[in-house]
């Protein structure tokens, strides 16, 4: 798996937030971690400072149904709700299980937004990880806005490319009228107890404005490689695309903006 992500095109030194769909991989000693291994060999590099693999984990707080139209939990309710802690919370399940693999990975951290939150492992992991905002996480100051200035990559291994979380940066820089808006309360673990606090985010359920299709995000990363600009192979037995993450970023908010800026 080490040789496959070579000739994608990952590097030493590399930053690569990685999307995988493990069932896909083919059958694998050691589960998942041999993926990450494999990540982990291929940016890890001879004597250089190392890469750093990230996974966007989200939380698996499923409280959804609870909340009011202000998007508030009832009082009766509160009680029941276990709290985000990044370091306990288990990462979001339709995300698959490499997120929660790289969240519990030895020295990995986890960003600190809960909706938006990423885990990572390797040599930038604290700068990665650290001041996630609380309020619009996946835009300036998130670990997908670092990702971008570190000229990272992202890896999608037999995952559907609708599920790019990139993409979300790119839905919060593009501009658009009338981006649909999600407020709702979060509960966080604080050494005083749980401690509930609004949090405001550009809609990331459904697409940031009326009009574009749910899985849209795979027109863009098709288009994307369709113009030449990323590579296709195989990591094991999954199919794999790899690409540029300030490359598809820009090309994103382009795309965007022409069709409904």
Known sequence: MRDDIERLGIRPGDAVMVHAAMSRVGRLLNGPDALIGALLDAVGGAGGPGGTILAYTDWDARYDELLDRDGRVPRAW??????????????????GILAEF????PGSRRSGNPGASVAAVG?????????HPLDYGYGEGSPLAKLVAARGKVLMVGAPLDTMTLLHHAEHLARLPGKRVRRQEVPFA????TVWRMVEEFETADPVVPGLKEDYFGTVVEEFLAAGRGARGLVGDAPAALVDAAAITDFAVGWLERRVG
Do not use: E, I, K
Not at 78 to 95: E, K
Not at 102 to 105: D, S
């Open 123 to 131: 040599a930038r992991t604290a700068w990665f990880t650290a001041d």
């Open 102 to 105: 790289v969240r519990t990975y």
């Open 190 to 193: 604080t050494p005083a107890g």
């Open 78 to 95: 509160r009680p029941h709700v276990p709290p985000f802690d990044p370091l306990a919370s288990r990462a979001a399940r339709d995300n």
